[in-house]
């Protein structure tokens, strides 16, 4: 018996979005976690055919030394049409959500960011972004010293709540 299958000559795979064109974003975002104990800021976010770049800052105002490092960055990006979805997608967050990880943070961050320093910087990617991509930061885990093992004793996780469509 021989049966023809009319239209399925092959799979058809989703057709990504192109490139998103050069842009520098200018931000001002500034965020602030558990009653202050942190101010997260984000100056700014530049796109461009070789890559991605974002200017952040985390101020540390709680009483303790925190764990931070360049990989306590990163570029969270989601496909999606929906500010609903972007919500459910970053809130609750019980563990460092998918990110793009830069690979250059200058200058590199201390090891542990005393109480009351600020740490600001510049990380960068080598990701080619997509138009349409809503893009948000993250921010750490940062954990304190004391901690035997960075993956169990994240203390600060956190995505900016702001967001840009790109």
């Not at 101020?59 to 049409?81: C, E, H, M, W």
């Not at 998918?98 to 690979?103: I, N, T």
Request: glycine share 10%; aromatic share 6%; charged share 15%.
């Amino acid at each position: 018996m021989l049966v023809a299958l009319a239209g399925c000559s092959g799979i058809q795979r989703p057709t990504l979005a192109p490139p998103a064109p050069p842009k520098d974003v200018d931000l001002g975002w500034v965020e602030r976690y558990a009653a202050g104990q942190f101010t997260f800021r984000v100056g700014r976010i530049v796109v461009g055919p070789k890559g991605w770049q974002a200017t952040v800052a985390v101020t540390n105002n709680s009483a303790s030394p925190y764990r931070i490092g360049p990989q306590s960055f990163g570029l969270v990006a989601l496909d999606t049409k929906s500010q609903a979805e972007v919500k459910r997608l970053t809130e609750n967050l019980t563990r460092t959500p998918p990110a793009l990880q830069p690979v250059r943070v200058t200058p590199s961050p201390p090891p542990l960011l005393a109480p009351g320093a600020t740490y600001r910087g510049t990380i960068q990617g080598t990701e080619v972004l997509r138009s349409g991509t809503v893009l948000r930061v993250l921010f750490g885990p940062f954990t304190r010293p004391e901690a035997r093992d960075v993956t169990q004793g994240a203390e600060v996780l956190w995505v900016t709540d702001h967001a840009v469509r790109i």
